[in-house]
């Protein structure tokens, strides 16, 4: 396996490596000074509609309203749901003139993170955190731990629903969530659907469009199967074909992915499918010139970003992607069983609903929303309003210093690996083309045993990664993870490396 590394390189600057602990925080003051201007003309938003201010609250209102807001997403306790019970009217009040406050959410929860983002700064935020004891948590690509103000969240609503059903749809705190989303993602809420997966959002997409028999559609080799599934579908009905565009686990630059993307279309080309972030290794695609690509040839991009969203700014107006379809399990840490889903609004009188939809606007008469691709019949409401909190932790920390410090986790990661006799990177180092994943190999030693050893002897969790390359394990680094588990991992790495033949062997899944 060609072990291509660069000198040690992460958005921060140089980081050398070795010791993680030492490194990442040197690394701390210059990363976000050095990153924010750049990033900040990079991702200079475009303007979100808001909804427009308030007017002067009167005392009236005001009180009429403060029994559905103890319910609301500030409500702690179950004195204050009593308190609401008590004061509870039959109907809800009507709005005054001018319309309801403007943001149903106020999470009074939202910690606030001050200061520069040193040691200090992560140790607050990882605060926020229940990570069991012990447990070093390198495994964020599968699931990721949810901070406590979004488990908050999730559960006081859960109860608030349980004891008060009155209201079963929630849309204002549903459009709000919309909102969020819209302003974190630089779209319109108009382009955002709350959805429970990227599964769910890559096939509303692949369903949607009006498939002729001899339609092709380009997905790069290193797709997760969510993505392929979608396509592999319609494969029998209506006939499209997939062609597989090869991308190189270790490209030299991100020309190269565009590259094979540009080999495998076709005049029947419709759609490429391709990861923000891919998952076997972390491989960050080129959004932007996929994008671009895709358009010249008169096709679509669509973009599975479970990987990315929460670890990497995702720009929907900048970037210029079709559709871009995420978990919110993930990186975004909103928990299970939530997903965003973006579609640029020219598209969506082009994709047709994958279920009689229910938007409440369009059925006035109004224009087509993404509302209309969300599921039809009853919500997770607890989970999707989870979702808002998520963003609204995001926020809190920033998404400069995310990405700056999964990008010094996963730079000091890639480096110290690098330098282990044995080990072979299987993510390319330069930071254009990965982050936050990092996925290896150790030569005579298989995935499975590795993680196996890793969990038992060490309490540190990683996940396998397989490809026909290569037999590794994929390491995830994000904003909470701290130096001092990167050096556990990087000592029993080298402990392993030693002598990988005695290492013992995991037990193996039977058939299922
Ligand atoms: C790249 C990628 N796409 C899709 C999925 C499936 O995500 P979900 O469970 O949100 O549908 C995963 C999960 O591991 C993934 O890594």
Redesign the pocket.
């Known amino acids: 396996m060609n072990n291509r590394t660069s000198p040690a390189t992460t958005a921060a600057g140089a980081i050398t490596a070795g010791n993680a602990i030492a490194t990442v925080a040197a690394a701390a003051a210059t990363t976000t000074a050095a990153a924010a201007p750049a990033a900040a003309r990079r991702h200079a938003p475009r303007p979100v509609p808001q909804p427009a201010k308030p007017p002067a609250v009167s005392r009236r209102w005001f009180l009429s309203r403060s029994a559905a807001a103890t319910l609301g997403f500030a409500a702690a306790g179950a004195g204050t749901l009593a308190a609401a019970a008590a004061e509870k009217p039959a109907r809800p009040p009507s709005p005054p003139p001018g319309g309801p406050p403007a943001d149903p959410l106020a999470p009074a929860a939202t910690p606030k993170f001050d200061g520069p983002a040193d040691e200090a700064f992560w140790r607050e935020v990882r605060s926020h955190f229940n990570i069991v004891g012990g447990l070093v948590f390198l495994n964020n ?2 699931l990721g731990p949810v901070p406590r103000p979004v488990r908050d969240t999730r559960a006081r609503w859960d109860a608030t629903l349980s004891d008060n059903p009155r209201d079963s749809f929630r849309q204002r705190e549903l459009d709000a969530v919309r909102r969020r989303l819209a302003a974190f993602v630089n779209a319109s809420p108009d382009e955002i659907a709350i959805t429970r ?4 959002g890559l096939n509303i997409f692949a369903r949607g469009l009006d498939w002729r028999p001899g339609d092709e559609v380009v997905i790069g080799s290193l ?2 199967f ?2 392929t599934g979608a396509y592999q579908a319609l494969e029998k009905r209506p006939g499209i074909k997939i062609v597989t565009a090869e991308i190189p686990l270790l490209p030299a630059s991100p020309g190269e992915i565009t590259a094979a993307y540009a080999r495998a279309i076709t005049p029947r080309t419709r759609v490429l499918v391709a ?1 923000h972030v ?2 076997v290794n972390g491989l960050i695609h080129p959004l932007a010139e996929l994008a671009a690509l895709a358009h010249r040839h008169g096709a679509l991009l669509s973009v ?1 970003g ?2 990315a969203l929460g670890a990497l700014p995702f720009d929907a107006a900048a970037t210029g992607v079709d559709h871009y379809a995420s ?1 919110g ?2 990186w975004l840490l909103a928990g299970t069983g939530t ?1 965003v889903f973006f579609l640029r609004k020219e598209l969506q009188d082009q994709i047709i609903p994958l279920m009689g939809h229910h938007n409440p606007g369009e059925r006035r008469g109004g224009p087509p929303s993404a509302r209309r691709y969300e599921q039809n019949g009853q919500y997770n409401i607890p989970a999707a309003i989870g979702i808002g909190a998520a963003v609204d932790f995001q926020n809190a920390v920033g998404k400069q210093n995310i990405e700056a410090r999964v990008r010094a986790l996963g730079g000091c990661l890639r480096d110290g690996a690098a330098a282990i006799p044995g080990v072979s990177l299987l993510t390319p180092a330069a930071p254009a083309l990965s982050a936050g994943i990092t996925s290896l190999a150790i030569a005579g030693a298989a995935g499975a045993d590795v993680i196996y050893a890793l969990q038992t002897r060490e309490g540190i969790t990683v996940r396998g990664s397989r490809h026909k390359d290569a037999d590794g394990i994929r390491v995830s680094t994000h904003f909470y993870n701290t130096p001092a588990g990167i050096d556990r991992l990087l000592a029993a790495l080298r402990d392993i490396a030693k002598n990988p033949s005695s290492l013992p062997k995991a037990p193996r899944r039977g058939p299922a």
């Open positions: 690509g599968t997966s990227t599964t769910e797709e997760h969510s993505a990861s891919s998952y599975d479970v990987q978990g399990q993930k997903g």
